[in-house]
């Protein structure tokens, strides 16, 4: 998922206290690893919580209970999140009544196995079971040990209005997919998020029309595969065929979606992610090209340039096939600017193989993208049968080259940049001065300026002078017409 989409094995930010009930006694701390998808349930949770007594807390050592979202997406983040374990273990010395829970992916992939592997852990939750916490919170607390792992054919907790964490009080997610029926063959997803069903438009409406009045200024619609977005009424995509010819017919898609927020809400910028390529449809890049709102940006996973290795992927489309949508991308959305994640060295993959990504890659020129070498995951269709054969040193090799090409394009696109005025949504302070504001432009490029008397949310016209292979240099010349 986008630049903020997919960063596994880093955390994503831990709870900041943004809206604390008055009354609520106990200290939540939750923090969460992985996709954005993780966050925003993160948010969702601690909503479920603040109803039964908590307030989020930044505090480790001060928590009545612990929760972290997990990611299983490759090997490494599951291990950076059993180091993080090791050290709530170390915090549990001095606080014994504090108790641990462990949520999202790693939670369902393991289920009660994680109590045997890792002693600290007291309770654990998969993705679609949030709503019985309050239930397993005291299962907890009456001194035992609580799972719920059950995946669901309808939740979408579409009626919960999350509590913001961390949240810079400009750029919102909203949620509009959950689980994924994709079942790409080095994927752990499909078996940790279960099928993918949507959420009812009216209720994302209603989150965004609250996010909207408190002041938000850009909202990213979510899901593992948002081109995929149905809504026939409420259940699992895969069953639409057997709905009602009233539901069929009076159904939601994506680009509809894409169509009602822009037009309800003319001020408010829209995002999405992630777009799986085989789901893209013209229709929702007539409607990008249609709405000035709709930021001319799309996260355009490809995993390889190579038809054999993504058919040995179950990715539904060819090279070719990619091309094309690259190309009717760029006819219909000029501006648009893409990004990829691939994985190098996924089993069988040739040094022909990895040459067709370096090409493909060439010809589209990314604007940034999110590389890892193939990590197999247990239970996946890969690792049952395929097997993962590309030496490490190879596969490393291979990344480099990727990374290298993707540096080298990212600097070609900054550099279109140079010279021009581009809209860009303040966020907050530059990470590097505090004399500077930093935020994005439509094409999701960080731009920094001075700050002048602009402030957080401002839009911004900013005239850019320099750059680096992932930055815009500027100066502000004034607010834009979408203030
Ligand atoms: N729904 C998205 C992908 C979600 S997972 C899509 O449409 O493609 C995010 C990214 O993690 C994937 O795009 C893939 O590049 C990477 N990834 C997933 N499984 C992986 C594995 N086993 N090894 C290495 N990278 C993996
Ligand atoms: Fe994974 Fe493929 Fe779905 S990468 S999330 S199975 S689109």
Redesign the pocket.
């Known amino acids: 998922?986008a630049s903020d989409n997919?960063i596994?094995e880093k955390k994503q930010g831990q709870a900041l206290l943004t809206e604390q009930k008055k009354g609520n006694s106990k200290k939540l701390f939750i923090e969460s690893y992985g996709?954005q998808m993780n966050l925003n349930d993160s948010e969702i949770v601690a909503s479920i919580l603040s109803n039964e007594g908590f307030n989020t807390t930044n505090l480790l050592e001060e928590a009545d209970l612990v929760l972290v979202n997990t990611c299983s997406?490759?090997e490494k983040a599951e291990q950076t999140i059993r180091k993080r374990l090791q050290k709530y273990n170390a915090v549990k010395r001095i606080n014994p009544m504090m108790k641990v829970g462990v949520l999202g992916c790693m939670a369902e992939r393991l289920k009660e196995k994680f109590l045997e592997e890792e002693k600290i852990v007291d309770l654990v939750v998969g993705p679609d079971a949030y709503r019985d916490l309050p239930n397993l919170i005291k299962e907890v607390e009456d001194g035992r040990d609580a799972v719920n792992v059950i995946l669901s054919k309808d939740e979408t907790y579409g009626d919960v209005s999350p509590v913001r964490l961390n949240s810079n009080g400009v750029s919102a997610f909203v949620s509009i997919t959950r689980g994924?029926d994709?079942m790409?063959t080095?994927?752990?997803?499909p078996f940790t998020r279960g099928r993918e069903r949507s959420r009812d438009p009216q209720s994302i409406i209603k989150e965004i029309h609250d996010l909207v009045d408190t002041n938000y200024k850009e909202i990213t619609l979510l899901g593992?595969?948002v081109d995929s977005y149905l809504w026939y009424g409420g259940g699992l995509k895969k069953d639409f065929k057997k709905a009602s010819t009233i539901a069929q017919e009076t159904a939601v898609d994506f680009s509809q979606l894409l169509e009602m927020c822009a037009n309800q809400f003319p001020k408010t910028r829209f995002r999405f992610s992630?777009s799986?390529p085989q789901d893209m449809s013209l229709d929702v890049l007539h409607t990008m090209a249609k709405h000035k709102n709709i930021c001319r940006y799309i996260h355009l996973?490809v995993?390889s340039g190579s038809t054999k290795v993504l058919k040995a992927m179950n990715r539904q489309h060819t090279r070719e096939e990619y091309i094309e949508l690259v190309d009717n991308i760029r006819e219909i959305v000029p501006d648009c600017a893409l990004s990829q994640?691939?994985?190098a060295g996924f089993c069988g993959e040739t040094e022909q193989d990895h040459q067709d990504t370096l090409t493909l890659m060439e010809y589209v020129k990314y604007d940034f993208g999110?590389m890892?070498?193939?990590?197999?995951?247990p239970g996946?269709p890969a690792a049952k049968k395929m097997p993962d054969d590309v030496p490490m040193d190879v596969k490393k090799r291979r990344l480099t080259e990727i990374i290298e090409l993707q540096q080298k394009h990212g600097l070609y696109r900054t550099q279109q940049f140079v010279g021009k005025t581009v809209e860009v949504l303040i966020e907050g302070e530059s990470k590097k001065s505090d004399k500077h504001w930093k935020g994005r432009n439509s094409q999701n490029t960080v731009a920094v300026f001075e700050k002048e008397n602009y402030k957080i949310g401002d839009f911004v016209l900013v005239k850019i002078e320099d750059c680096t292979s992932a930055t815009l240099i500027g100066t502000a010349v004034g607010y834009s017409d979408n203030n």
Request: hydrophobic fraction near 35%.
């Open positions: 998922m997919v596994e996709c997406i490759r994924c994709n790409c080095f994927c752990v997803v593992q595969n992630t799986n996973p995993q994640d691939i994985i999110f890892f070498a193939y990590s197999e995951r996946t």
